[in-house]
């Protein structure tokens, strides 16, 4: 009998074999038709072997593709065109577990979560939109097809992270990797922006990408993290406390200082933090928040002129007068949309202020409507609500005082945080004409950490310990 199973694993290891080596070939056989003769054929020859390692060590380790796309997507600078590095790999980490569960498991099938369902009919809706966006709407065509995959991509790959999280982790050690990693290549942002750190020139040229700093769900995401864990993970040392609460002060001074007029990248922050101490400590919040309020009354012109500065004014006003117009723009087929990134396009027959220009809506929750219509942001809000309940549902079912507790209330901060910054722009599902598909590098977090909530809630029905 073992000898049977001796031969069947090596038959399954083989199979897995000849699979990746054909993923690799594919792969570098589509890059070389797309970059042309910029990759010479040594460097096919060294990559396929590293792919091929590399694949394998994911298919016995999948999360270990989620730490590599943390690491990529924080400090590594490069890219891979034309979807980029973050993309890339996150295409190959769904085609790998598609490929498992069609090969090995023989099986399709998703968790039992509420979560699972209005992201199903999110795709479905988008896929749908997609076709009904190739109809004549106005007098002008589309924006170019690749453009409108793209736009199809940003949505399905957002949320095959997701899924993927909530799919593949089913030990916590992932899980606390995932954060403090994140957190530890994230930290030194915040220190070469104060400009304090030796050589911060240099380093923020080596490290930083701008679509990974430049985006709000970045820092919004660092901030709620390093503030949950600090104060509500007991388990975790005083030292690393500490630690934790300095990268959360000078990010804080770095947001209300430097960078105050950039709303995007403090403002959902504080949201974040603010919802975060109303679900963990009510009545730490309570007081807080009454002097919170009294500052804002007593100081509202200061603190209206102090985020009122640049073109923040200008901006506000621009963007009214986009949403009106796209407005529209969506009357022509409010059910569907115009499909993914065509109302780009249909804005030149608008005049904004008087300019015949194209533009976009700098809004997360316009663009969907745009884009896949009402059923679109139906879908979206139907999965955040669910989102919301399934962290509200954890946070007093998992152990208190630790990591576990900690992450939960920092990703309901987060996910409050996201969706408020979805006001100010295309942040959490970004648009292909503004943000782009190279804007994964920011938004991965949250859909990253909030599959975390579900990987969590697995991990308790099964009885693996949280602690």
């Known amino acids: 009998m073992s000898a049977f199973k001796r031969a069947f694993a090596l038959g399954e290891s083989r199979k897995w074999l000849r699979l990746l080596v054909v993923i690799g070939v594919l792969f570098l056989s589509l890059l070389i038709a797309r970059t042309g003769p910029q990759i010479s054929m040594l460097a096919v020859m060294i990559a396929l072997p590293v792919m091929v390692v590399g694949g394998a060590l994911l298919m016995r380790y999948p999360p270990l593709g989620f730490l590599l796309i943390i690491v990529i997507s924080t400090v590594l600078k490069i ?16 085609g790998l577990w598609i490929a498992d569960m069609v090969v090995r498991q023989r099986e399709i099938s998703l968790v039992t979560s509420p979560t699972m369902t209005p992201l199903i009919l999110f795709t479905a809706v988008v896929i749908i939109s997609f076709f009904v966006g190739q109809l004549p709407w106005f007098s002008i065509p589309q924006v170019e097809i690749d453009n409108q995959i793209g736009g199809v991509a940003i949505f399905l790959l ?18 606390k990797w995932m954060v403090f ?47 949950s864990q600090a104060l509500f993970n007991k388990n975790l040392a005083m030292k690393w406390r500490v630690g934790l609460m300095a990268v959360l002060l000078g990010y804080l001074y770095l947001a209300t200082g430097r960078n105050r007029a950039w709303t995007s990248g403090w403002a959902p922050s504080f949201v974040a933090l603010f919802v975060i101490l109303w679900v963990a400590r009510p009545k730490w919040a309570m007081p807080l928040s009454m002097v919170g309020v009294a500052g804002l009354i007593l100081g509202f012109q200061p603190i209206y002129n102090a985020i009122f500065i640049g073109d923040n004014e200008y901006s506000a006003m621009t963007r009214l007068e986009a949403w009106r117009i796209l407005g529209e723009i969506i009357k022509v087929n409010p059910i569907l949309g115009l499909g993914p990134g065509n109302y780009y396009n249909y804005t030149l027959l608008f005049p904004i202020l008087g300019f015949y220009v194209e533009f976009n809506s700098h809004n997360n929750y316009v663009d969907i409507v745009a884009q896949t219509g009402i059923l679109g942001l139906i879908c979206f809000i139907w999965f955040a609500v669910v989102t919301w309940k399934l962290g509200w549902r954890l946070r007093n079912e998992v152990p208190p005082d630790g990591f576990t507790q900690a992450f939960v209330y920092g990703t309901l901060g987060g996910l409050a945080g996201s969706l408020v910054a979805g ?37 308790r029905q099964a009885g693996i310990s949280l602690d």
């Open 79 to 94: 890219d891979v065109p034309p979807i980029g590095l973050v993309a890339t790999v996150l295409l190959l980490l769904t």
């Open 158 to 175: 957002s949320f095959a992270a997701f899924i993927l999280v909530a799919h593949q982790i089913r030990d916590l050690r992932w899980l």
């Open 181 to 227: 990693l994140f957190i530890g290549l994230a930290a030194p942002a915040v220190f070469i922006g104060m400009r304090v750190l030796p050589g911060w020139r240099t380093l923020n040229q080596l490290l930083l990408h701008p679509k990974t700093t430049g985006g709000s769900l970045f820092w919004l995401w660092l901030a709620a993290l390093t503030f």
């Open 423 to 459: 006001m100010f722009g295309d942040w959490m599902l970004p648009f292909v004409f503004n943000i782009g598909i190279y804007g994964l590098r920011s938004s991965i977090y949250a859909w990253f950490f909030m599959g975390g909530l579900v990987a969590i809630d697995q991990m």
